[in-house]
């Protein structure tokens, strides 16, 4: 549980003096505020945290906190962050950002993150639209949806990040609502410690461009993951991710997998030697 | 004393049938004997099938280029004659595989059956060890040791056991005995040498790959092209030996982008990819620029847009090197010139990057990545090696800018990790704290500061190399992997009486006054050979040099012969 005061204190350390420049109502608040209280409980040092993200409203999210953080550009936060932990896997990172970043200019980094498991927590704040180019259908928008681009409606149908995330080989995956504070504070909990690549989809709603997908439309959706669910069974995450009548909520599957950096560290520790006994080997094999 | 001084034999024949394997063990062989080599060669793009050229020139003298005109031609097949054979002297030997070229075809006077596939066949037993023979047999004619082969052949065998060795080393014993008993001149192509400890042999891939080695590179992230890959494939090997990390990811994309993640991490990171790739690259570059992440990229040219002519040459990318970019965006573009070049512009480019927080693309080609070369061995205690400015641990709040104004433009970086450096490294217009901001005078002052980098950078370009008569007032000017032709064809003009000098600038963008131009002011009538249609270096200097700028561009895929520029030089002298 956290309690108001430490909520405050929370905010107080891992707040920045940048203000959030997102509209009023936005789903983002609520994930940032998890995101502060998650680092929060989980005390880590500022200086060790560094927040990734690509363009889009949520990306701005590492101004907004007083760790380390690259804004880099648009639908590469995967392999920004990537090259970040594997250069230096003692660093806390966390990879954020937008249904668009994610899915539709960055898909292509997707599954090779999932399967390359680095020790890593990929949150994307999915609001089925695009914000910050003023309301855009996303890969995510159901069909129908009208949109500025689709103005007779989404012709196509939206991709299923769950299923996806499950599929392609991600060993945590989780759905959460930032409408649901201490759900989502745990989920991040979770997610963060687990060890390797750790996927939370987080329903965001936009309040400015998506007068459908709203707080009180998910509100209505939303139920725990099933009593009893177990997050080890690839297939009943899967039935889970499948199912549209009810979003739930809550870690779907689980599994344990060496992450990136001990793979990597593994392969060189028989090999690694220093630099100069490396270079004298190669002015001989050259010699 | 031996006469001869400078040797050039090609070999042609059907790629996938020991053209290229014949010609790389002869040059190591060669060069391991104390003989300075320099290689050319060229191949389809297809894994088998198709027709393979491999070029080798040896000297008893450093070599620059890979030669004109051939003493001798390999004709491993009827194709290998017809297309080469044009391109011998007068009084140059034909050497031909009896089963596979029609004696009746062959027109030169000298002239000398080789039965490559009938001693292959017949005596070893072997049909795939012609080229074993025809190394056995090169090297005879070469006279080099026969020890210098056979440890070749139990390397390159090694883990095919003893009975695979030996019926190659029985190979090359055929193929030596073979010009032993039949060949009547030998001494045209000996050249009289002595193995030498300081030298090295290697291509200019590897080079690059040294070079990154030395400059204390220790993450790479890249994606399979051509012609590419071999400095991917050598630093996944040795990157792991010094705690590095060599990642083959997705696509170029990723390839940079996690290069710049690294290198925010603070380790020296770099990429290397050839001109599709590197269009790929181009929004990374602009966030390496405005995120102020030094990145080295090597841009291994080849033949054409789009796919092209893969395992061909061209000096095509320089416009997309340069100017390949959204916004304004500060970056460093280098062209090493030969393979020693390769391996110090390479340590240069790492330098660069790091000291100036900067992309730094080093652009080298086709034919200059897959040659090679003898160099002189690099005495790696004299190489200098410099380390980006970092913040170092300090207080809390100690109101750490991390990309505060400064005179030279450098702002120390902050390495995640760090207490009281936490900054976000930002593709966003940004205040000196890293905050985004829009402001006019942000933004110009900011633009100022990344470009003032540059401008603080000149001091530390590598130099321009300035040959022939200093005053003449006939000048050539050249970049990349030219040089050699260039310095040849320069020489060979200055003994014939043409004043001329020639220049060669290592760093091609930015190309301040100071580095090129004020060496070019008294020249008044310059030569721009390019391997490339529309002159685009020519292209860059004529916005500001005010001599007659004569282009000289060809563009079929093939380096140029010092005879070109030769004649190109006497056409306008």
Redesign the interface.
């Known amino acids: 549980m956290v309690s108001e005061s430490a909520a405050v204190l929370a905010k107080a350390e891992y707040k920045s003096e940048?203000k959030p420049t997102w509209c009023p109502g936005c789903g983002d608040f609520g994930v940032l505020r998890a995101v502060y209280e998650a680092f929060d409980q989980l005390g880590y040092?500022?200086?060790?945290i560094?927040l990734?993200s690509g363009i889009g409203c949520s990306s701005?999210i590492?101004?907004f906190v007083?760790?380390?953080?690259?804004?880099?550009?648009h639908g590469?936060v995967?392999?920004?962050?990537?090259?970040?932990?594997?250069?230096?896997p003692?660093?806390h990172v966390v990879a954020m950002g937008g249904d668009g970043d994610a899915f539709s200019i960055g898909a292509?980094?997707l599954p090779?993150a999932m399967r390359r498991n680095p020790d890593l927590t990929y949150i994307v704040m999915d609001n089925n639209i695009y914000g910050l180019t003023k309301g855009q259908t996303s890969p995510t928008s159901h069909f129908q949806f009208k949109t500025k681009s689709t103005p007779f409606g989404n012709l196509e149908d939206p991709l299923n990040p769950m299923a996806m995330a499950i599929v392609c080989g991600a060993t945590f995956v989780a759905k959460g609502f930032s409408g649901k504070a201490k759900e989502l504070t745990e989920l991040f909990l979770k997610a963060i410690a687990h060890k390797g690549f750790s996927f939370v989809d987080v329903i965001s709603p936009c309040p400015t461009f998506n007068r459908v997908d709203t707080f009180k439309y998910f509100a209505e959706k939303v139920q725990p993951v099933p009593e009893g669910h177990d997050p080890s069974n690839k297939m009943k995450a899967l039935e889970l991710a499948y199912n549209t009548d009810v979003h739930h909520l809550g870690v779907y599957y689980q599994a344990e997998r060496p992450p990136l950096n001990q793979r990597?560290a593994q392969?060189?520790q028989h090999?690694?030697?220093?630099?100069q006994?490396?270079?004298e080997e190669?002015?001989v094999r050259?010699? | 004393m031996s006469k001869v001084h400078d040797i050039v034999i090609r070999i042609g024949g059907e790629s996938g049938e020991g053209v290229i394997s014949t010609g790389e063990l002869l040059t190591l062989a060669a060069a391991r004997a104390g003989l300075w080599v320099h290689t050319f060669r060229t191949y389809p793009a297809e894994i088998k099938g198709g027709h393979a050229v491999f070029q080798l020139r040896v000297s008893d003298q450093p070599l620059y280029s890979h030669g004109d005109n051939l003493n001798a031609l390999l004709a491993f097949n009827q194709e290998g004659y017809d297309m080469h054979h044009q391109d011998l002297r007068p009084d140059g030997t034909v050497v031909f595989d009896t089963e596979q070229v029609d004696e009746s075809t062959v027109k030169e006077s000298r002239k000398f059956p080789l039965p490559l596939s009938r001693i292959a066949k017949e005596e070893i037993k072997m049909p795939l060890a012609k080229n074993m023979v025809a190394l056995g047999a090169l090297a005879r004619l070469f006279s080099i040791p026969e020890d210098y082969t056979h440890k070749l052949c139990r390397e390159k065998f090694a883990k095919k056991g003893d009975a695979v060795i030996q019926k190659n080393l029985e190979a090359l014993t055929a193929g030596k005995k073979y010009i032993e008993e039949n060949f009547t001149d030998l001494e045209q192509f000996r050249i009289q040498v002595a193995p030498s400890e300081l030298r090295l042999v290697l291509s200019g891939n590897e080079a690059i790959g040294m070079g990154a080695l030395v400059a204390g590179c220790t993450h790479y992230f890249g994606y399979p092209i051509t012609p590419a890959s071999d400095i991917m494939e050598f630093l996944a090997i040795e990157l792991p030996k010094v705690g590095g990390i060599m990642m083959q990811v997705e696509d170029e994309i990723a390839a940079l982008a996690m290069a710049v993640g690294a290198s925010y991490s603070g380790k020296k990171c770099m990429t290397a990819t050839s001109g599709p790739g590197l269009s790929l690259m181009t929004e990374l570059l602009g966030l390496a620029g405005m995120a102020e992440v030094p990145v080295v990229v090597a841009d291994i040219q080849r033949a054409g847009p789009s796919t092209g002519m893969p395992t061909k040459t061209e000096q095509g990318d320089l416009n997309l090197a340069a100017f390949g970019a959204h916004g304004e965006s500060p970056r460093i573009v280098i062209s090493p010139m030969s393979v020693e070049d390769c391996f110090y512009q390479t340590v240069n480019a790492f330098n660069l990057a790091e000291r100036y927080q900067v992309p730094v693309l080093l652009l080298s080609d086709q034919a200059l990545a897959t040659r090679t070369e003898c160099i002189p061995k690099p005495d790696l205690k004299k190489v200098k090696v410099f380390d980006r400015v970092v913040h170092r641990d300090g207080a809390e709040n100690n109101n750490y800018l991390r990309y505060q104004y400064t005179e030279d433009g450098v702002s120390p970086m902050a390495l995640p990790g760090t207490s009281g450096g936490a900054y976000v490294a930002t593709g966003l217009e940004h205040s000196e704290g890293g905050r985004p901001r829009y402001d006019p005078v942000t933004h110009q002052k900011m633009t100022d500061k990344r470009f003032r980098k540059l401008a603080s950078a000149v001091a530390d370009f590598p130099r321009v190399d300035v040959l022939g008569d200093a005053d003449a007032e006939l000048g050539i000017v050249g970049w990349g992997s030219t040089l050699g032709a260039i310095r040849e064809a320069t020489e060979r003009a200055r003994a014939k009486g043409i004043r001329i000098a020639s220049f060669y600038p290592r760093v091609l963008y930015p190309l301040p006054d100071g580095y090129l131009l004020d060496q070019l002011k008294d020249v008044k009538r310059l030569i721009v050979p390019e391997i490339n249609s529309q002159g685009q270096f020519a292209n860059l200097l004529e916005q500001r040099y005010r001599g007659e700028l004569i282009r000289y561009n060809i563009y079929g895929g093939l380096p140029f012969r010092p005879g070109e520029i030769l004649k190109k030089i006497e056409e306008v002298a």
């Open positions: 940048v040092q500022t200086k060790d560094v990734v701005r590492p101004y007083s760790s380390y953080g690259f804004h880099g550009v590469r995967l392999p920004l962050a990537t090259g970040i932990k594997v250069a230096n003692d660093l292509g980094h090779h990597l392969a060189r090999v690694e030697t220093d630099r006994t490396v270079l190669l002015l050259f010699g």
